[in-house]
């Protein structure tokens, strides 16, 4: 080992106690900042596959203006052709036409208004786990079968079970009456009580007809394999919708604001926690680096006179800082890295958590995962600030003058 | 009545890998209104000696009677309580507290003997008078020369007119005009409130003033000498 | 206790003996404090705002229903009990204000759309305490009377209906028989509301004209009251429903709404796990302190030893030094915290992130609250962590024996 190194690492333990407190604030604060930061993004990724999944998917086409106000008359037209073509082109099947419209469905006994998709029967569980949380009946099968699938909540109000029929009424596209009866043949139920109380699905065919849409459609939803495969499909899809339709493409921060919003106030408070604990950590190695840098004035004075350059005791200081540093850095990674794993093991809950998670389509208990990125994250900003809190003692050294240091004991 | 008695103290200290012998078989008795020397070389054994008076070191084997209590088996606080009491010290060096004024330093024995603060100024004034610190009291210890602290140590001890006072190597960092000053005060205390004073040095104008030249060697006593005091 | 203050002051100058020491561990005191103060306030402050909103939504502190509404809101679940009679059965009783009214889920249709909203039939001057809307904020006009011919519904609903003030709508709900119940109104008024959802999804019309729609006579779904404090509900829930009948089902806010709840009761955990960290992080410089204080002293406590001072005093000086310098510190951060607060009370824009805020159940502006309980809670939590973290180096400087700290080179 280099001799400066080996005098760097002794003068760290001459006081031991100090040295392990110091670099025990460093592993508090950085095994917290693996665990949080792991929860945190973990916790984001969860938060927007699980609400693309339900419904929105990646990225829609739409009428301008369509993501805004939901008009009916803002349609896509011959949309069950384009998004053939889309499936086509792009060799990928989760890509699928939808219609809506608002109706109010009345059973015998209850009217309730719901709003009311036409979907493509084949390709919907494509962009969608609606289909997939059917619990009783099945899904739709046909383009034009006189079927219906409404959610849990829905069905209880509503008061109808499987093969009831219920009555739709509402306007179509030119704003005429718009009337239908159909039969409920499946219900579903996705946890979430809007949807589940709001929702209901019928073939893509008979919606066109019972809402007058003449072959058009609002939607065409596509879902790619990843997130970050749904950005690089992004600008081949612009490019491949017919300039002259004027239609348009939103990615799903464009369609679910809330979403990235949401993660966005989320994270800025998370930073401001970070911030505060990085700053304490900062805090306490100044302390301790001024310390020890005080009271070896008198050694010091004495190097000093022996012809040592100030500077070469600045980057001692500097070199003992980065290596209590660097104890802190490891072993707060492993540390942070371990108590996330139990929680990998076993998951987290906290008491509030189902009623929270149920508003961002969470699980009620999550499972934090420690990548390297988040283990490390934390830790090296801590190490950062670490190494520019010991520059103001390190500097002070340019200022000691030898015979004055030495005098102090 | 003897103020101190001594009987058979041994007491060892290890040093790198030998072991020192502080106090060999040492019996000595101090009667009251005694005024005596504690002469050795360094590592003779006079500090070890006066600590283990002063209740700060517990001899290994031996017994220790202050004011006619056995100290060398009373708790830390009996112990406190005892040097609060009835003893004041002078130490060689860190004698004061280098947060508090000269005048603080002389009243914190007072204070945590609980002396109302009227009482405690006024005394605590008297005895800086009495050294010669007058105008100095409101000056902290960094403020002060090496003879200036060592006064206000001795002002701390004697300010409440303890019965034994305690000095190791009190004129260390004096020069001789004020030593002087320093054991004229000391003697006049020693007679006129029959104060006990048992007093580490090897400084021959201390001497002087005793009136019993205890000599000790490597932990023994060797010399023990009544002598009429100057 | 008679040595408290001398030794107050010996621990005050011991402070300040080392004053860079001090001063870097008073500002973290400080930041950390602040920091617990300020963080706390925000989320206090969004937590009330989105339990005001949520409170305003449903609204009212103490609610009554048919059993059955909840589960099916439905005008076959109504309450039958004319206002009269209620208000007969409430006398003597004291409340901010009450009010009983229709809610019905509805379906709101213009010439080109329709929508679903919730169908409000409501006294107005019964409601000017509950609503959030502001009455005379509205554009054109709002309700006048339980028996106004008009709607008042919301701006964003309006747009996406492609209707305004003067123009026609059309509600559809039914009746207790499931007979479809519709009437064309005339929109009277728009209103705007803190949070966009309001804005889509409440549709007012006056109580008795929604009877009269709805066919239910006198009938009503839900009675309503408000009490004073909304984290203090219980008084008012044992006035009602000592009054009530018992087919009837009263609720507190928080049991209708059990995401606003727990937030509630989140926040507290939240409040309290934050000051903890932050005080841990704290910990660790703070022990630092003071054992490096206590070492470069240790020749000066076996004087004090020496000279009669008892151990028991040594270990309390350092724990007052210890707290003389969180109280300092905290103090700072208290004023701190107010300081930065203050100018903050007008509200923090953050509708940058609004329909995130909404996704949360929060307004897309900020109001910190600084609650004196925060402020005691925080201050007193880390004085005594910080008391406990003393022990450990105070009891060891008690611990030293006079000649061995006296005679310690170094």
New interface residues.
């Given amino acids: 080992m280099n001799i400066v190194l080996r005098l760097a690492w002794r003068n760290l333990w001459r006081q031991p106690r100090r040295t392990w407190l110091t670099t025990g604030a460093m592993v508090f604060s950085n095994t917290l900042l693996v665990f949080m930061i792991s929860l945190q993004f973990g916790m984001y990724e969860l938060m927007i596959d699980n609400t693309l999944q339900v419904f929105t998917g990646h990225m829609q086409v739409q009428a301008p203006g369509y993501r805004d106000d939901q008009k009916m008359r803002q349609a896509v037209p011959g949309i069950l052709p384009l998004a053939t073509r889309l499936r086509d082109e792009f060799e990928l099947d989760t890509i699928a036409a939808r219609g809506w419209a608002f109706g109010l469905a009345s059973s015998d006994e209850r009217s309730y208004g719901i709003g009311i998709f036409g979907v493509e029967p084949d390709y919907e569980p494509g962009v969608s786990s609606i289909p997939g949380l059917i619990k009783e009946g099945r899904f739709l099968e046909d383009y034009d079968e006189p079927g219906i699938v409404i959610g849990a909540v829905l069905a209880r109000n509503l008061r109808v079970g499987i093969g009831d029929e219920l009555t739709l009424l509402g306007s179509g596209r030119d704003g005429s009456f718009a009337a239908a009866v159909v039969n409920v043949v499946g219900i579903f139920e996705s946890g979430i009580p809007d949807i589940d109380r709001n929702f209901a699905e019928m073939p893509l065919g008979l919606f066109q007809d019972v809402f007058y849409m003449e072959g058009a459609g609002h939607q065409v939803v596509i879902s790619a394999e990843t997130l970050d495969a749904a950005e690089l499909l992004l600008p081949q899809l612009v490019a491949s919708l017919p300039a002259d339709a004027g239609l348009v493409v939103h990615d799903w921060d464009a369609l679910q604001p809330g979403l990235k919003q949401a993660i966005q106030a989320d994270m800025s408070s998370a930073f401001f926690m970070y911030g505060i604990l990085v700053i304490l950590v900062a805090f306490s190695v100044l302390n301790t680096q001024l310390m020890s840098v005080l009271e070896r004035t008198h050694e010091f004075g004495i190097v000093l006179s022996l012809g040592l350059r100030p500077g070469r005791l600045g980057r001692l200081v500097m070199l003992e800082t980065a290596l209590m540093g660097f104890m802190g850095l490891v072993i707060g990674a492993i540390t942070g890295t371990i108590f996330t794993t139990w929680f990998t093991v076993n998951g987290l809950s906290i008491p509030g958590m189902e009623e929270m998670a149920a508003m961002f389509n969470l699980p009620a208990r999550v499972y934090p995962e420690t990548t390297f990125g988040t283990a490390i994250a934390g830790p090296l900003i801590v190490y950062a600030f670490t190494l520019l809190a010991a520059l103001y003692p390190a500097l002070r050294l340019y200022r000691l003058h030898p015979v004055e240091a030495m005098r102090i004991n | 009545m003897s103020s101190v008695r001594c009987v058979d103290l041994r007491k060892t200290y290890r040093q790198g890998d030998q072991d020192v012998k502080a106090l060999d078989h040492v019996s000595i008795e101090i009667d009251e209104g005694g005024f005596v020397c504690l002469v050795a070389p360094s590592g003779g054994g006079k500090t070890t000696l006066l600590?283990a008076i002063?209740g700060?070191?517990i001899p290994d084997s031996g017994e220790v009677w202050v004011a006619e209590q056995r100290i060398d088996e009373m708790s830390?606080?009996e112990l406190?309580?005892?040097?609060?009491?009835n003893?004041g010290?002078v130490?060689q060096a860190?004698?004061?507290?280098?947060?508090?004024t000269a005048q603080?330093n002389v009243e914190?024995?007072m204070?945590?003997?609980?002396v109302p603060a009227a009482e405690r100024r006024e005394k605590s004034m008297a005895i800086l008078e009495e050294v010669g610190l007058r105008g100095l009291e409101d000056r902290r210890p960094a403020e002060m020369s090496g003879g200036q602290q060592q006064r206000v140590a001795v002002a701390?001890a004697i300010v409440s007119r303890p019965a034994l006072v305690l000095a190791d190597e009190p004129t260390a960092n004096l020069d001789s005009k004020t030593s002087d000053e320093l054991m004229e005060l000391f003697t006049e205390l020693n007679r006129h409130h029959n104060t006990t004073f048992v007093i580490a040095t090897h400084d021959q104008r201390v001497m002087r003033y005793a009136k019993r030249i205890v000599r000790m060697l490597d932990g023994r006593i060797v010399e023990d000498l009544e002598q009429d005091a100057a | 206790m008679r040595m408290t203050p001398v030794l107050t002051r010996l621990a005050w100058r011991y402070l300040w003996r080392n004053h860079r020491r001090t001063i870097i561990m008073l500002s973290a005191i400080a930041v950390g404090s602040w920091a617990m103060i300020f963080m706390t306030a925000l989320t206090r402050g969004m937590v009330d705002q989105m339990i005001a909103d949520g409170i305003s939504v449903l609204p009212g502190h103490v609610q009554v229903h048919d059993p059955e509404f909840l589960n099916d809101p439905s005008v076959a679940n109504r309450i039958t009990i004319p206002d009269r009679e209620l208000a007969a059965s409430f006398d003597g009783a004291e409340f901010r204000a009450w009010a009983s009214r229709v809610r019905v889920p509805a379906v709101i249709m213009s010439e080109r759309e329709s929508r679903g909203v919730t169908l409000l039939g409501i006294d107005p001057a019964a409601e000017r305490e509950f609503s959030f809307v502001s009455y005379d904020e509205v554009e054109g006009r709002f309700l006048e009377s339980p028996d106004d011919n008009g709607v008042v519904i919301g701006r964003k609903l309006a747009d996406k209906l492609d209707t305004e003030v003067g123009k026609r709508i059309v509600l559809m709900s039914q009746d207790p028989d499931n007979e479809i119940a519709d009437r064309g109104f005339r929109v009277v008024g728009l209103f705007e509301a803190s949070m966009p959802s309001f804005e889509e999804s409440f549709v007012f019309i006056g109580k008795t004209t929604a009877q009269k729609m709805l066919r239910i006579g006198e009938a009503t779904t839900e009675v309503v009251f408000l009490g004073d404090d909304y984290r203090d509900v219980d008084p008012t829930y044992e006035l009602v429903a000592e009054r009530v009948d018992g087919g009837l089902d009263v609720r507190r806010w928080h049991e209708i709404d059990t995401y606003l709840g727990t937030m509630l009761k989140v926040m507290d955990g939240f409040v309290l796990i934050w000051v903890v960290v932050i005080f841990l992080a704290l910990s660790f410089g703070l022990v630092n302190t003071l054992v490096m204080a206590v070492f470069e002293r240790v020749r000066e406590i076996g004087l004090m030893l020496a000279l009669g001072m008892k151990p028991s005093s040594i270990l309390a000086q350092i724990l007052i030094e210890s707290m003389l310098l969180l109280a300092t510190g905290l103090l700072i951060g208290d004023v701190l915290a107010v300081l930065t607060i203050q100018p903050l009370q007008g509200g923090i824009d953050i509708s940058a992130v609004a329909e995130g805020m909404e996704m949360m159940g929060a307004s897309s502006v900020l109001y910190p609250k600084l609650y004196l309980d925060d402020v005691v809670l925080a201050n007193v939590v880390v004085l005594i962590l910080g008391f406990l973290a003393s022990l450990s180096p105070a009891w060891r400087a008690s611990r030293y024996e006079p000649v061995e700290a006296i005679t310690k080179v170094g």
């Avoid at chain 2, 406190?80 to 009491?85: K, S, V």
């Fill in positions: 600590n002063g700060l070191d830390k606080g406190a309580d005892l040097r609060l009491a003893i010290f130490f860190y004698n004061l507290i280098p947060v508090l603080e914190f024995v204070q945590v003997q609980g701390r």
